[in-house]
């Protein structure tokens, strides 16, 4: 898995937490790059940190999910 961090890394570099990374997958507004198969854990490319940045601005703005999707 090149290029990718864990999602806890990925959380402190977006400055969004875990829960709601989480949450942005389940609801397909960001997906992780690789779920590894055998633990279920998420990597995300740096290159997404851009996306999670508006995502957040976004959030802080209280714009709703849905709006954002």
């Known amino acids: 898995m090149r290029n990718l961090v864990p999602i806890g890394r990925f959380s402190k570099v977006c400055r969004l937490t875990i829960p709601a990374l989480r949450l942005y997958d389940e609801l397909g507004l960001l997906r992780p790059a690789s779920v590894d198969p055998d633990t279920g854990y998420r990597y995300y490319s740096l290159a997404q940190a851009q996306d ?3 995502i957040r601005r976004l959030r802080e703005v209280e714009m709703p999910l849905e709006s954002i999707r």
């Open 52 to 54: 999670a940045e508006r």
